[in-house]
């Protein structure tokens, strides 16, 4: 009797946990998964981030919003992932958002990772170039991050984890491209290109969580190109990729999630934002019926923080790099305000001159599928070298993950110059840094692999 009254108090506080977390008792032997978005409010009020300059936009395609997915393992592990059609957001903002998530879920904090999707579409959640992140529509973001992700988690559910990993490589190229003068090509004519300076990465794994009903419940995909382009003219927009996500999930169900890769060295060169979407969504429907059953042991994530500092910089030369770019590439009288935005971050840098800026380092496993996110605008490159030394055959990159410290390159590309290493608020951490991440990353990694 004694015994029954026991089984029946643990029941009972088991019911009273799941209620209090908003979710009901999950069995420890099967894999569970919930998805649920949230649409961000915004007006043509806003700045949009994503140019040198304050722009607007006139009306908005497809929805801009908070993409959520939780999982719950097997062994008990949780884990949660949010994508953010915006720009990129600071830790500032992130680390409370994914204290709020931990606090109303009951996921360690450890395993929250918030990506930013990279939309030049969007109104601005940071401070760069010749504008200020817009305040309230920033935390408005964070918010609905955390409200999407409370909602995912309310609607966990018995699910079939499968993957595949997909290509698509003619979405994107290396844009750091080595011109006649020896600089490397931002914007202007590149019909005196001569080459790329590095690597393009045509990865595109695909995951989904089926339910059992054999529907979608979430599916997550990560592409490394910089998202950049609208289908209509001037509007707000989650761009291609968000796009793409969007009518798959009008298709197919369940919620369609876009994770940004390393692709602070990538852009899409040569494709119309409507051809960008249709080859993306193409690939990712292939990819996605192809996909197989894995099996999943256990789910967990673990982060590190780790700390950065803001270069050392020559004035005059940094000076004479963009203007004489700017002077040479872009019609006047448009160099002349550029070469003045980057004159005036400089000028906001100088006294943080080898100053700490603390950041995080994040890895999240399910099964043997480890997702990796990093800060900033990552080069490809390095994202590669991740994949190449990671003990795990299936190791993706989410940049923009948890924070943003500007674009993070590798070591060989501050000696060759260019925009993304121009010094500015958009590219300020010292030679090393991107290395530095790396080495964080395969650690973490390896902490995770098995004991043979």
């Known amino acids: 009797m004694k015994r029954f ?59 801009l ?19 953010l059609d915006v720009l990129m957001i600071e830790r500032d903002i992130l680390d409370d958002a994914a204290k709020r998530i931990a606090d109303k879920t009951g996921i360690p904090i450890d395993a929250v990772l918030i990506n930013c999707t990279h939309t030049h579409h969007a109104p601005t959640t940071v401070t760069i170039h010749g504008y200020e992140r817009e305040e309230k529509f920033t935390r408005h973001v964070a918010d609905c991050a955390v409200e999407a ?13 499968k993957f595949r990993l997909g290509e698509e490589a003619s979405v994107g190229r290396n844009s750091r491209l080595l011109l006649e003068d020896g600089t490397i090509f931002w914007v202007g004519s590149s019909a005196d290109a001569l080459r790329p300076t590095g690597p393009f990465d045509t990865d595109l794994p695909v995951l989904e969580f089926a339910r059992k009903d054999g529907k979608p419940e979430a599916v997550l995909f990560n592409h490394s190109t910089h998202t950049i382009g609208t289908v209509q003219p001037q509007v707000r927009s989650p761009s291609f990729y968000g796009l793409a996500a969007q009518e798959l999930e009008k298709e197919r169900g369940g919620t369609f999630l876009f994770f940004e890769g390393a692709s602070g ?10 051809e960008a979407l249709l080859r993306i969504k193409t690939a990712v429907a292939e990819t996605l019926d192809e996909a197989k059953d894995r099996p999943v042991k256990r789910v967990a994530g673990k ?16 000076e004479d790099a963009v203007t004489a770019y700017c002077t040479k590439r872009q019609p006047a009288p448009y160099h002349e305000s550029t070469i003045g935005v980057f004159r005036a971050m400089r000028k906001k840098l100088a006294s943080r001159q080898g100053e700490e800026r603390k950041t995080w380092v994040q890895v999240i496993m399910i099964g043997d599928v480890a997702l990796v996110g990093v800060p900033g605008e990552f080069f490809t490159t390095l994202g590669r070298e991740i994949k190449v030394r990671s003990p795990f055959r299936y190791t993706y990159v989410f940049e923009l993950a948890n924070d943003y410290v500007g674009y993070v390159p590798d070591e060989r590309s501050y000696a060759r110059g260019g925009y993304q290493v121009w010094t500015g608020l958009h590219s300020y951490v010292e030679k090393g840094s991107g290395e530095k991440i790396v080495d964080t990353a395969v650690e973490l990694l390896k902490e995770f692999e098995q004991p043979k």
Request: proline content about 4%; overall charge neutral; charged content about 20%.
């Open 5 to 63: 009254h026991l089984r029946a108090f643990v029941a009972v506080i088991a019911l009273c946990s799941a209620a209090i977390l908003g979710t009901t008792p999950i069995s420890a032997a099967e894999l569970q998964a919930g998805a649920a978005s949230k649409n961000f409010e915004a007006t043509d009020a806003l700045v949009i981030g994503g140019g040198i300059g304050p722009g607007f936009a006139k009306g908005q395609e497809g929805e």
């Open 65 to 83: 919003r908070a993409s959520a997915v939780v999982v719950s393992g097997p062994d008990g592990g949780k884990a949660c992932l949010v994508a």
């Open 149 to 161: 992700a409370v909602a995912a988690n309310a609607r966990l559910q018995p699910v079939n984890f």
């Open 265 to 274: 060295s990538t852009h899409n060169l040569d494709l119309k934002a409507p």
């Open 303 to 318: 982060r590190r923080e780790l700390t950065l500092h803001v270069r050392h910089f020559d004035e005059e030369k940094e």
